[in-house]
């Protein structure tokens, strides 16, 4: 486990403890699941009932929140200080989530997945690379993966970031085009992305991708 992502995983934590201690349990959570639903109504995406999917880097309150017709797994490695350190999150109020506390790099082969969810996770992780290697061997064939990330506007101020730690919080600095290039040689197929929000540094965008069969 290399420092840098260590110390990022440990501000994650104080992050949301700071972050939630003023949030009111029942209507952050109505706030949550709300914005849940308005981002599968902006990628137009229904679900299967019954579909596999995976929350991949699911926090105390991600898409997990709004699936209650399907077969949901939630993986996060800091699931276990999350429901000890904060009130916003027990696992006992989805019986229907199967969560799991691990790293991402660990996913497992063994079972599959329709969809795969990582929202605001990716620039999170210690192993990026490793980590969509995984997403394409849990994915079934045509399925699919819907990725949110902040990402660099301007090349120079992308370089600087990857140089010295302006953002710890994230250890992947990288543009858009980065991130849809990675994509692109794992065999997805880009099916729509969407520019969500603009800053002075950064873009948000989310995309849909699926796994061309027989990759």
């Known amino acids: ?35 849940w639903q308005r981002v599968l109504g902006l990628i137009q995406l229904q679900l299967p009932n019954k579909a596999r999917v ?6 105390p309150a991600g898409i997990f929140l ?3 017709e399907q077969k ?7 699931l276990n200080q999350y ?11 989805y019986p229907q989530v199967d969560f799991r506390a691990h790293k991402l790099e660990a996913l497992s082969s063994n079972q599959k997945f329709d ?11 210690e192993d990026l690379d490793l980590v969509l290697d995984r997403f394409k061997t849990v994915l079934v064939p045509g399925g699919k993966l819907i990725l949110s990330v902040d990402s660099h506007r301007f090349p ?14 994230h250890p992947h600095q990288f543009s858009w085009e980065d991130y849809k290039t ?30 061309r069969p027989g990759l």
């Open 1 to 35: 486990m290399s420092i840098k992502w260590k110390l990022a995983q440990n501000l994650e934590l104080k992050w949301w403890r700071n972050y939630l201690r003023k949030q009111p349990i029942s209507s952050y959570l109505q706030k949550k699941h709300a914005y």
């Open 54 to 59: 995976l929350d991949a880097g699911c926090g």
């Open 66 to 68: 709004i699936m209650e």
């Open 72 to 78: 949901v797994v939630a993986i996060d490695p800091l």
């Open 83 to 93: 429901e000890e350190q904060l009130a916003h999150f027990k696992t006992a109020w």
């Open 115 to 125: 969809f795969v969810f990582c929202l605001n996770v990716i620039n999170h992780v």
């Open 156 to 169: 120079l101020l992308k370089r600087i970031f990857q140089l010295l730690p302006g953002d710890v919080l």
């Open 182 to 211: 990675k994509l692109q040689q794992r065999g997805f197929q880009i099916e729509q992305e969407l520019l969500l929000k603009s800053t002075r540094i950064f873009d948000y965008w989310i995309l849909e991708a699926q796994l």
